[in-house]
């Protein structure tokens, strides 16, 4: 019979109670191995291996398992693609309109609704470590997001991530286009794009 330690090293790099109870590992072992810091509590329910690859983004790793359906948005999508380097007090993540809104104490966590006509428009799955992987809006999406509700996340952080994705290279106005006009912002946002590259 697999000891606990052969039946962690079949679970990923993170990992839920319920994952780990299907991979055999009991509810007290699992404890146990928190206990002696072979794994840690991430938040409610999701570990993660002692010896996991490094990542930044463990608070990303938490609500993304604690959250499923949510998408990574606003100012947490920006640093997450290098667009800001402003640091969010809580993840902010998406749900669809009408849909379950999660409660999620820790890591702090802000929830918005957003339209269920555009809510999956640029969602990409970003990796944040070696083979993890988190639903997020993509940097063009994330860009255009911060200026419709740049008056709620401060106009500076909207107009800072602008001129940084602008100055990637590998940057396509137009995409921010398409994007803004889907989202009923085209105006602001063209005006804002003109502005920066005059």
């Given at each position: 019979?697999?000891?606990?330690?052969?039946?962690?090293?079949r679970l990923p790099p993170t990992f839920t109670t319920a994952t780990a109870e299907r991979g055999g590992l009991r509810r007290r072992e699992l404890y146990r191995l928190r206990d002696t810091g072979v794994v840690h509590e991430l938040s409610r329910g999701v570990f993660r291996k002692d010896d996991a690859p490094e990542t930044a983004h463990l608070d990303l790793v938490a609500v993304a398992f604690r959250a499923p359906q949510a998408v990574v948005c606003l100012v947490s999508a920006l640093a997450l693609h290098g667009l800001t380097d402003e640091i969010p007090a809580a993840v902010q993540v998406a749900v669809r309109r009408g849909t379950h809104r999660p409660h999620i104490t820790y890591p702090p966590t802000e929830v918005s609704e957003f339209d269920a006509a555009t809510f999956?428009?640029?969602?990409?799955?970003?990796e944040v470590a070696p083979g993890e992987r988190v639903p997020a809006y993509g940097p063009a999406r994330a860009?255009?997001?911060?200026?419709?509700?740049?008056?709620?996340l401060g106009?500076?952080?909207a107009y800072r991530a602008l001129r940084q994705y602008l100055a990637a290279p590998r940057s396509r106005p137009a995409e921010l286009l398409d994007y803004a006009r889907a989202l009923a912002v085209e105006g602001p946002v063209r005006h804002a794009v003109e502005a920066v590259l005059s």
């Open positions: 019979m697999p000891t606990s330690s052969e039946r962690l090293a999956d428009l640029g969602r990409v799955d970003a860009v255009v997001d911060a200026m419709r509700l740049r008056r709620r106009e500076p952080v």
